[in-house]
Nanobody
Framework: QVQLVESGGDSVQAGGSLRLSCEASGYTAITYCMGWFRQAPGKEREGVAAIYQGSGATYFADSVKGRFTISRDNAKNTLYLQMNSLKPEDTAMYYC????????????????????????WGQGTQVTVSS
C-alpha cells in the first residue's frame, strides 16, 4: 500500500521561502508520476507541479513557474517542493499525490494537473503567506 506523508508547511511573510517534503513508501514499481496540489478555502484543488519518475520530466502551473521547483531524492524516497518568492495567493493546503504505477503524468486526454489522474494522496500540509 502506497503511503504519502507531507511536512514542511508553515506561516511565512510574502517574499519568503519554504520547502515541502513528501515521504513516500510502498511502491513496487519505479515509474510513476508524483505531484503537488493545493487547495484554498472555497476553491478547487489545483495542480502545482509534477515530476515523472521515469524520465525526470517536470511540469509546473503557470502561476508558480520561475518560483517553485520540484525534485526527488530517490535514496530517501522523498519528493520536495521548493517554494520561493511566496505570495499571499499561494496560501493553501498543499497535498502530495501519486499516480498508480506505471502511469505517467500525462495522457492524451488527462493532464498532470487534473486531480483525478492521481490515486494516492497525503494528508496535506498548510502553507500560509501573509502580506
Amino acid at each position: 500500500q502506497v503511503q504519502l506523508v507531507e511536512s514542511g508547511g508553515d506561516s511565512v511573510q510574502a517574499g519568503g521561502s519554504l520547502r515541502l517534503s513528501c515521504e513516500a513508501s510502498g511502491y513496487t514499481a519505479i515509474t510513476y508520476c508524483m505531484g503537488w496540489f493545493r487547495q484554498a478555502p472555497g476553491k478547487e484543488r489545483e495542480g502545482v507541479a509534477a515530476i515523472y519518475q521515469g524520465s525526470g520530466a517536470t511540469y509546473f502551473a503557470d502561476s508558480v513557474k520561475g518560483r517553485f521547483t520540484i525534485s526527488r531524492d530517490n535514496a530517501k524516497n522523498t519528493l520536495y517542493l521548493q517554494m520561493n518568492s511566496l505570495k499571499p495567493e499561494d496560501t493553501a493546503m498543499y497535498y502530495c499525490a501519486s499516480t498508480r504505477p506505471p502511469r505517467p503524468c500525462n495522457s492524451a486526454s488527462v493532464s498532470w494537473s487534473t486531480p483525478r489522474r492521481f490515486v494516492y494522496w497525503g494528508q496535506g500540509t498548510q502553507v500560509t503567506v501573509s502580506s
